[in-house]
């Protein structure tokens, strides 16, 4: 027995098993989407005391919310405005600290070279 199958046929037939296909790749992924709308409502239900308790207060928190984060946005420019000052101060701190230094080192060394001059003239007076 010999049967022949025409390409419109062996069409119609790779159709239908893609639609078959996706058929059950629609059923399962309701499926699942199902049982995650169940497991939102028994949230839902476990918590609607306090989404009850939450709900007429969201005004008032994002006040709040805003307001708090109003003041740790000021608290933290003028945090970094102290470090700022105080990276300055620092900075004159010690630059001051070296051209004194610089200043003593100066004074040290001129002392130096009067006593030898003064050392010197003795010295060669002895001669």
């Given amino acids: 027995m010999q049967t022949s199958i ?5 069409g119609d037939f790779i ?3 893609l639609i078959l296909m996706v058929g059950g790749y629609i059923l399962v992924t ?3 989407i199902n049982a995650l709308l169940g497991e939102i409502k028994q949230t839902v239900e476990k918590n609607k ?4 308790q939450i709900i007429p207060n969201i005004n008032e928190i994002s006040k709040n919310s805003v307001i708090i984060s109003n003041d740790l946005k000021t ?9 700022k000052m105080i990276s300055r101060e620092t900075i004159d701190a010690a630059v001051t ?3 004194t230094v610089n200043r003593l080192t100066q004074y040290t060394n001129s002392m130096g070279e ?3 001059a003064i050392a010197s003239l003795f010295s060669s007076d002895k001669k």
């Fill in 6 to 10: 025409t390409l419109s046929e062996l």
């Fill in 15 to 17: 159709v239908f098993v």
């Fill in 30 to 32: 309701l499926k699942n």
């Fill in 49 to 52: 005391d306090h989404i009850n």
């Fill in 75 to 83: 608290s933290v420019n003028e945090v970094g405005e102290s470090i």
């Fill in 97 to 99: 600290i070296n051209e």
């Fill in 114 to 116: 009067i006593v030898k």
